[in-house]
């Protein structure tokens, strides 16, 4: 598509001393180098010599002389256009082949994207565009604007448990800004280590290695993260899901919630609760966050990234107040702050009890999607875990394929699926899986991306 250009919008490498010709010659070097595509529309003649500071007539000179050599479109009464393509851009002589995207996806960690409150954003936003103040486009505060601290912390504490303070409350850029920033404030306060569930998400664990702590891993069972192996790491800080294990989906039994706050006060250890779904559990049980038992020494950690989408790049921690100021002075030390127009639009979502809405209309639909998946599966593929999330995971039985044979046999019906390996941090060839985000399709590609798992199942003897 052609776009419509102000005149501002050219730039062209010309030294006046060349005169018309040079300038011609600068334009003709933009065309040939593809700079201005086929179809560009041009700046009026006026507008050109206005710009460049030049009589007008030398502008028409230039448009009329690459007219006739065919580089330029002239038409009494409409705008200047670029008439050929310049040269491609120089490519190797044999561009690497990308595979072809696969058609079906059930990639965990993402929400249904065709499901984003497009309707619902878009009249918050009027809103709040009717409303703020223009202070409000100023640089906004490091920790967050006060509007989406304060309605996050009415929303936690409601929906969550979490014992909220807007003024302990800081809004990130998704949960690896999180993890980082926390980790760079353990890392200057001495701590050399930080704890992962063994299996977890590696991406968060990568990011806290790049903030300079070694990782090290606790194991998991049906009750969640074993404390009693996180006591005997050095770690002085872990990061745990105790919702809704990432990701076998398992949540964190009362007994073993109790333990883990022990560890934490009676080793000045710090729990990061990464309740990364916990809006989305379906079984009527649901289990405040873990932090209201101890928010000194627990950091929850929040995300729009289920509810919404990952594209918002919005999260929050409810920090210890002690951890408070050092969060802070590491994001500042980032010179990242949070967009504040987006910020004030999930406020708004928030406080009008639109988020609620959108979050109860997902629930419902992503835990009727679990349920069919379930009653399409075999019997003998049962997942790991609640009734809860985004995702489940199928272990895969002793004897049965390999993990590359599932992924082999998926990309052959064209479908995208996780496994479980690169999650754990010590391999565990004992404990394949499969990994299935069931949320991620949209609805109409709900039932025949199924289909597409089922007979990957099937091709690999499972059904
Ligand atoms: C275990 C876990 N924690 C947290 C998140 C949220 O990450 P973010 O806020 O960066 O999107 C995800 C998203 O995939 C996740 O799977």
Redesign the pocket.
């Known amino acids: 598509m052609a776009k419509s250009w102000s005149s501002s919008d050219l730039h062209l490498d010309w030294d006046r001393s060349t005169g018309w010709p040079g300038l011609a010659e600068a334009l003709r070097a933009a065309v040939r180098s593809n700079r201005l595509p086929h179809g560009t529309a041009l700046p009026s003649t006026r507008a050109l010599a206005q710009d460049l500071g030049v009589a007008r007539g030398t502008v028409t000179k230039v448009y009329e002389q690459l007219a006739a050599e065919g580089y330029l479109r002239t038409q009494q009464g409409s705008v200047t256009r670029v008439a050929t393509t310049g040269a491609p851009p120089s490519s190797p002589p044999h561009p690497a082949r990308t595979p072809p995207a696969p058609r079906w996806t059930l990639l965990?960690?993402?929400p249904d994207f065709s499901s984003f409150p497009r309707a619902l954003w878009a009249s918050a936003t009027r809103r709040v565009l009717q409303t703020a103040p223009p202070s409000a486009f100023d640089y906004p505060d490091v920790r967050g604007t006060a509007e989406l601290r304060a309605a996050l912390a009415r929303y936690l504490a409601r929906s969550r448990g979490v014992l909220a303070d807007p003024e302990r409350t800081v809004v990130c850029g998704?949960?690896?800004?999180a993890v980082s920033l926390l980790a760079t404030v353990l890392r200057e306060r001495g701590a050399g280590e930080i704890a992962f569930e063994d299996p977890?998400?590696p991406i968060?664990r990568d990011v806290a290695a790049t903030a300079g702590l070694r990782v090290t891993g606790a194991g998991v069972d049906a009750d969640g993260v074993l404390v009693a192996e996180l006591s005997e790491l050095d770690a002085p800080a872990a990061v745990v899901?105790p919702a809704h294990q990432?990701p076998l989906g398992h949540t964190l039994a009362p007994a073993r919630r109790a333990e883990l706050v022990r560890w934490a006060t009676g080793s000045g250890g710090v729990v990061v609760e990464?309740d990364?779904d916990g809006e989305f559990r379906f079984d009527r049980q649901p289990v405040g966050a873990l932090q209201a038992l101890a928010p000194e020494r627990v950091v929850y950690a929040g995300?729009a990234?289920?509810t919404l989408a990952?594209a918002l790049r919005l999260?929050w921690l409810v920090l210890p107040r002690d951890l408070v100021d050092p969060v802070l002075a590491a994001m500042a030390g980032t010179g990242w702050r949070a967009p504040a127009l987006e910020q004030l639009v999930l406020a708004e979502l928030l406080d009008s009890g639109a988020y609620d809405l959108h979050v109860r209309r997902r629930r419902a639909a992503y835990r009727s999607r679990r349920d069919r998946l379930l009653a399409a599966l075999p019997e003998a593929l049962r997942p790991t875990g609640i009734s809860a999330g985004l995702h489940l995971v199928l272990p895969l039985p002793a004897g049965g394929p390999t993990e590359e044979e599932v992924q082999a046999a998926a990309t052959r019906r064209s479908l995208a699926v996780e496994v479980l390996g690169r999650h754990w941090m010590r391999p565990r060839p004992d404990r394949r899986g499969i990994v299935v985000g069931y949320a991620h399709p949209a609805e109409h590609a709900f039932a025949p991306t199924v289909r597409a798992l089922l007979a990957t199942l099937a091709d690999l003897g499972l059904t």
């Open positions: 965990p960690g993402r998704g949960h690896a800004h977890s998400l968060f899901t990432y990464d990364y995300t990234s289920k990952p999260s």
